[in-house]
């Protein structure tokens, strides 16, 4: 057993004592094996984050959520936006309408409202924020309703329909969202 882990161990000190500083202080033996600093961040979204051209008649700073495409856009200036994947909620679960962002919140807590707690009795009354909280590494509020855009530690969602109406978005996405929008940020929300 010990000559079976000797290689890649071994493997694994070259390459960090071979590598450039920069390298060597990123480099996580954790991440080969899974639960490394990169494993709970949400992982690369299978819809990759892209700027596009946008023909929209909103301002820039607004966003645009469609629920049938399971994508969302941030309009920019000169006729783009940039587009992320999301995901959406599931049949009977998806909605549309205009709100603010009322709130922004790093990791944070989530206490599922009453109406999932019905459906679904077995789930925690309230889970502090953190890694395996399903909202992520941030949270956006959207007005009086009970919906947020907010991370996901589960990127094979992204671009499905399983939620209960919020819009998830990988961590790694909503913390680029949530770095370029700020409390009152108008949302769009389409429902086609």
């Keep these: 057993m010990i000559r079976f882990l000797a290689a890649p161990i071994a493997a694994i000190a070259l390459l960090t004592a071979t590598a450039g ?61 940039l587009r992320y994947g999301i995901g959406v909620g599931r049949d009977g679960f998806r909605w549309g309408g205009v709100h603010r962002i009322t709130a922004k919140k790093e990791w944070p807590a989530w206490t599922p ?18 890694i395996e909280n399903p909202l992520g590494a941030r949270a956006m509020y959207l007005g009086s309703t009970l919906y947020r855009i907010h991370g996901s530690n589960e990127p094979e969602t ?18 680029d969202l949530y770095s370029r929008v700020s409390v009152g940020t108008t949302v769009v929300v389409l429902n086609n």
């Design 21 to 81: 500083g920069a390298l060597a202080e990123e480099f996580d033996s954790r991440d080969i094996m899974g639960g490394g600093p990169n494993f709970f961040r949400g992982g690369s979204s299978p819809i990759p984050r892209t700027t596009v051209m946008y023909n929209g008649n909103y301002a820039p700073g607004t966003i645009v959520v469609n629920t049938s495409e399971r994508r969302l856009y941030l309009v920019l200036q000169n006729g783009q936006a």
């Design 158 to 175: 992204i671009g499905q329909a399983v939620s209960s109406g919020c819009f998830r978005m990988t961590n790694d996405d909503v913390t």
């Design 113 to 130: 409202p009453s109406q999932m707690l019905a459906r679904r009795p077995d789930l925690p009354r309230h889970m502090k924020g953190g």
